[in-house]
Antibody
């Protein structure tokens, strides 16, 4: 059974970098040929797809954050990561990692982590 | 960027009745539209993909229809556990945006 778990600091200061990791169990990132994605949800608001990375390392970012975001894969740890720099209060959200339902496509997502709340505040 | 507009924002329906939720795209997304259900404090759950296909384990009372710019999620007979927020998402072109959500509440 596939399981995704987000981890990282719950509090980040304005202008600093938000860093989160998604640990995957029950599947191998390197051999599964899936894309792996990050989605966020500000408190009380809707969902925003941030970006995705392929098993080969190709990345796809939402233009709304493209200049500030980096998604990477660490196959040795079976993890993928999100870095968002120059954060502001508008980046406060629950951040989810997720995997699509089939290989070779970026969405829709049928496996999700539980989500982790990141607050941007001094 | 394709904008998905969901209506209504809030829908009040009694258990056992039918609920019909709408998602309209600002340009054609063919049939590349999915629906998710989200309950408080939980991650979204995929219900429908490619407009009309139920995801694994989704009860038959959930159905999706539409193509192009107009889509509908229908819940034929509401169960107590169906009251939640529902989102649509397209995968037609970059970026893959979500609608703003419809809250389905108990009448």
């Amino acid at each position: 059974q596939l399981h995704l778990q987000e981890s990282g600091p719950g509090l980040v200061k304005p202008s600093e970098t938000l860093s989160l990791t998604c640990t995957v169990s029950g599947d191998s990132i390197s051999s599964s040929s899936f894309y792996w994605g990050w989605i966020r949800q500000p408190p009380g608001k809707g969902l925003e797809w941030i970006g995705s990375i392929s098993y080969s390392g190709s990345t796809y970012y939402n233009p709304s954050v493209k200049s500030r975001v980096t998604i990477s894969i660490d196959m040795s740890k079976n993890q993928f990561s999100l870095k968002l720099n120059s954060v502001t209060a508008a980046d406060t959200a629950v951040y989810y990692c997720a995997r699509p339902m089939v290989r070779g496509i970026i969405a829709p997502f049928d496996y999700w982590g539980q989500g982790t709340l990141v607050t941007v505040s001094s | 960027e394709i904008v998905l507009t969901q209506s209504p924002a809030t829908l009040s329906v009694s258990p056992g009745e039918r609920a019909t939720l709408s998602c309209r795209a600002s340009q054609s997304v063919d049939s590349y539209l999915a629906w998710y259900q989200q309950k408080p404090g939980q991650a979204p759950r995929l219900l429908i993909y490619d407009a009309s296909n139920r995801a694994t384990g989704i009860p038959a009372r959930f159905s999706g229809s539409g193509s192009g710019t107009d889509f509908t999620l229908t819940i034929s007979s509401l169960e107590p556990e169906d009251f939640a927020v529902y989102y649509c998402q397209h995968r037609s072109n970059w970026p893959y945006t979500f609608g703003q959500g419809t809250k389905l509440e108990i009448k």
